[in-house]
Nanobody
Framework: QVQLVESGGGLVQAGGSLRLSCAAS????????MGWFRQAPGKERDFVAA????????YYADSVKGRFTISRDDAKNTVYLQMTTLRPEDTAVYYC????????????????WGQGTQVTVSS
């Protein structure tokens, strides 16, 4: 089992930046990939970005390419989502998730999820 705890959300003005963190604990050796998703009120949970734990390949949703960067710190078992040039439409609860086997880019079939952290971008 893997436990995930997100942090770093908050209120920011449009054009600003935030960095989200997701600390993993438990069966770290079973992690294949980590992903970030977001869910706005009344909408589905959407894929944002993902990173392979081994090798560090990254994947992004078109809506965040060039603005968001996913990275990991193996020593801290932590994944980050650096968000820049934020827009009001980025407002959502952001979740990190863990997959212990290969899955399709954008798939929601992750094994474990964090509790989420709120990001609000004011115009």
């Amino acid at each position: 089992q893997v436990q995930l705890v997100e942090s770093g959300g908050g209120l920011v003005q449009a054009g600003g930046s935030l960095r989200l963190s997701c600390a993993a604990s438990g069966r770290i050796d079973s992690i294949y990939a980590m992903g970030w998703f977001r869910q706005a009120p009344g909408k589905e949970r959407d894929f944002v970005a993902a990173i392979k734990w081994s090798g560090g390949s990254t994947y992004y949703a078109d809506s965040v390419k060039g603005r968001f960067t996913i990275s990991r710190d193996d020593a801290k078992n932590t994944v980050y989502l650096q968000m820049t040039t934020l827009r009001p439409e980025d407002t959502a609860v952001y979740y990190c998730a863990e997959a212990n086997q290969p899955i399709g880019v954008g798939s929601r079939n992750y094994n474990y999820w964090g509790q989420g952290t709120q990001v609000t971008v004011s115009s």
